[in-house]
């Protein structure tokens, strides 16, 4: 089965830091990878977020053309993506493709159809002295459900409960700072409320974290508001249907059409028909990635938009949120310079040292905090310690005494056990890689696990090295380490692609690492001569970020 995975949107409105990279991007890239290690087809889905209101906000503060903005952040985007090694399909822009422009036409325009937009008249917030109707990034106030006093007309980023803008407590216009009237405005209005049975059910169905099933739960019991999906606003893909002049279409509404044309743009950039995405999305599992804060966009708004639009429509089989990755205890920050930008830190570090820290210590269950000394001791200590010491070591007896080719010898029993064990290590680590347990914290930690286990077993066998250098025993515990290379290879493959491939060539096999149900190392295969797998950070790294060393 071909597995669809999604990264929702980003919004070039600003350079991507490791808070953005840790969760939904390099989450789906892992899950991707991972499907197709043990041959699966996988399409990694993701495309630029440009109709959100906040980048016409950012280019009014910087005074530069919303558009000019947009595209050079999207650039940066994009060549960030292919600099992490990311898998994605592509990157779709949405004014740049036809196709997403007529999915999103004939979205909207089947549900106004159908009966499944209303045309209502309603009070909306309105700034008198702007002369603007205010929504999302326009207008900021007070949560009605947490008391947070930075919530914007649309979600709480900290509580994660959406809002309809009217009632946000003390709300005050983010143009010239004075307090909305209540004006009336006719929109289209999809009728969420409507869907709370169906939704229901459908998440009995559904794999996510208990966390997420908490609050859609929540969200369910509380009673779901009803949701424009038009807005006063010449920023976005206009409203499709007559009646709506001035208006564009909601951009989170847009975004599910949007999802529709990524799989499009990605069947026809592979020379494929782009008009058979219905097909490949509903007879695949999809499986979409979000930062905990949008879980009521991707549990709620989304799928109901996706019933009404057509019940026969495959649904999302999992969701994978992530929560908020802290810098030194605190929310990264543009406006206060507390980030990490991934372009900076990958002109430094190779992206798989990178890959391998974010996947280390995800934010999948709770909020978890990047440091530099953190940063240090996992590639300083683990990899360019632990695991360079133990290739090295391998390498080098391989070739002093095997004479360049993978040994073939009967193994003693202590030998027999360690190899057997790899069993268990690769069972972890595949379960990790799966949609109902991807952890890749987890699938981190196993690779950890596997090196410490196969250092345990070389200082095991170091007196047999010295004593009969070159005997059969010695050579089918190389042989055995060399196994435990192998499957190091192939279990850091969706982690560390980079890293999996240069030491998956150096064993002597060729392709790209595949499982293969730990079948051995041919005896007698010659390998490469790739020894050098991972450097200490560099010692001046927290400088040359402007960072201390906390």
């Known amino acids: 089965m071909t597995t669809i995975v999604s990264g929702s949107p980003p919004t070039p409105n600003g350079d991507l830091h490791l808070g953005h990279l840790s969760g939904p991007y390099s989450g789906a890239d892992i899950l991707a990878r991972a499907r197709r290690l043990t041959g699966e087809e996988s399409i990694y889905l993701v495309g630029s977020d440009i109709h959100q209101s906040y980048v016409p906000e950012k280019a009014r503060e910087r005074r530069v053309d919303a558009m000019a903005l947009a595209t050079s952040f999207d650039d940066e985007i994009s060549r960030l993506f292919t600099t992490m090694g990311f898998s994605n399909a592509g990157y779709v822009r949405p004014r740049e493709s036809d196709l997403h422009a007529a999915a999103v036409a004939d979205f909207i325009g089947v549900l106004h159809a159908s009966g499944k937009l209303e045309e209502r008249t309603e009070d909306c917030l309105y700034c008198a002295p ?71 059910g459908y998440h009995r169905t559904v794999v996510m974290s208990p966390q997420l099933e908490s609050l859609a739960g929540e969200l369910l019991e509380h009673g779901l508001p009803d949701i424009a999906v038009s807005h006063v606003t010449d920023w976005g893909v206009p409203v499709p ?173 202590a030998q027999r056990l360690f190899v057997a064990g790899l069993g268990t290590i690769a069972a972890d680590g595949l379960a990790a890689y799966t949609v109902e347990q991807f952890s890749p914290r987890r699938a981190a930690r196993t690779l950890r696990e596997l090196v410490e286990r196969a250092t345990d077993f070389a200082d095991g066998q170091s007196r047999l090295r010295r004593r009969a250098p070159g005997s059969p025993a010695a050579l089918a515990g190389l042989a055995a380490e060399a196994q435990a290379a192998k499957l190091l290879a192939q279990l850091a493959a969706p982690i560390m692609p980079g890293f999996a491939q240069r030491l998956w060539t150096a064993l002597g096999c060729t392709g790209a690492p595949v499982w293969d149900d730990l079948a051995p190392l041919r005896a007698g295969t010659p390998y490469g001569t790739d020894r050098q797998f991972f450097l200490p950070l560099p010692p001046d790294l927290a400088s040359r970020l402007g960072r201390d060393t906390r």
């Open 130 to 200: 702007c002369d603007r109707y205010l929504f999302e990034a326009h207008v900021t106030g007070t949560c009605p459900f947490c008391g947070d006093d930075d919530c914007d007309a649309n979600l709480c980023e900290k509580c994660a409960w959406p809002n309809v803008g009217t009632d946000l407590l003390e709300p005050r216009c983010n143009h010239c700072g004075t307090p909305p009237v209540l004006r009336p405005f006719t929109r289209l209005i999809f009728p969420l409320s409507r869907y709370a049975d169906r939704l229901r």
């Open 241 to 413: 249907v007559d009646g709506f002049p001035g208006q564009c279409v909601y951009v989170w509404a847009e975004m599910v059409p949007g999802y529709f044309a990524e799989l499009a743009e990605a069947l026809r950039a592979a020379g494929r028909d782009p008009g058979d995405w219905r097909r490949v999305w509903d007879e695949a599992r999809v499986v979409q990635f979000f930062g905990w804060d949008n879980g009521y966009f991707h549990t709620l708004l989304f799928p109901a938009l996706m019933m009404a639009y057509d019940p026969g429509l495959r649904l999302p089989a999992a969701w994978c949120a992530n929560e908020f990755f802290l810098l030194d205890d605190e929310k990264f920050s543009t406006s206060r310079e507390h980030a990490i930008w991934g372009s900076e830190l990958l002109e430094l570090v190779p992206a798989d040292v990178v890959r391998f820290a974010l996947a280390h210590d995800r934010p999948q269950f709770r909020r978890t905090n990047f440091t530099l000394r953190r940063f240090h001791d996992l590639v300083d200590g683990v990899l360019a310690g632990r695991w360079q010491g133990w290739l090295a070591g391998l390498f080098t007896a391989l070739e002093e005494q095997a004479g360049g080719r993978i040994p073939g010898a009967a193994p003693t029993t």
